[in-house]
Structures are given as C-alpha cells and as structure tokens.
Nanobody, 115 residues
Framework: QVQLVESGGGLVQPGGSLRLSCAASGSIFSIYDMGWYRQAPGKQRELVATIPSGGSANYADSVRGRFTISRDNAKGTVYLQMNSLKPEDTAVYYC?????????WGQGTQVTVSS
C-alpha cells in the first residue's frame, strides 16, 4: 500500500549531526502514522520517534532533546534530524508507516557514530 525508502545515513563523529529522510510512495501519505525505529547489532528493534497522522511527535527518552521528527505531507516525506550524536546511537534506522492494522517498513539506512 505504501513503499518507503530511507536515505541520509552515514559515518559521523560523536557530537555530529545527520538528517535522515524517508520518501513514501504508492498511497495517500497524510493518513499514515509515521515513525523511526532503530536496531543496533545484537539488540532488539526500538522506537526512536513517531509523528502521527494528525498528532504530536513522541520520542524515546534516549533521544529526546537531541532528535527531531518532522513530516512534509505534500512531499510524502518524513525526516529525522539527529544532533549531538553518541556512539550508542549507532544502528540501522528504519522508517515505518502505520494505519489501523497495516504496517510497512523501509529497507533501513546505517548510522555509525564512531570516535
């Protein structure tokens, strides 16, 4: 129903910044609840941030104050601005779209924070 493609990942030093993008196609973007998740090596996938169709953004405690999620419904894109990056932020970051019982995921983009 909706296809998602993440971009913007890369290698940065601690304290640096990255901006991730998730481009959606194939459906009406504005009706979906959007989110970013991440999975570090050997760990479970975890919530990073969500921005519902018509609601306020929500953040994991570990990123609150450092990351900002936003969406542009006209462009069908959701963003994750990541500042003050820490080594523990290293993970594959996945874009997610939800609506009722529907659930769609992108392929992921690697973020590596290394000294």
């Amino acid at each position: 129903q909706v296809q998602l493609v993440e971009s913007g990942g890369g290698l940065v030093q601690p304290g640096g910044s990255l901006r991730l993008s998730c481009a959606a196609s194939g459906s009406i973007f504005s009706i979906y609840d959007m989110g970013w998740y991440r999975q570090a090596p050997g760990k479970q996938r975890e919530l990073v941030a969500t921005i519902p169709s018509g609601g306020s953004a929500n953040y994991a405690d570990s990123v609150r104050g450092r990351f900002t999620i936003s969406r542009d419904n006209a462009k069908g894109t959701v963003y994750l601005q990541m500042n003050s990056l820490k080594p523990e932020d290293t993970a594959v970051y996945y874009c997610n779209a939800k609506r009722l019982y529907y659930d769609s995921w992108g392929q992921g983009t690697q973020v590596t924070v290394s000294s």
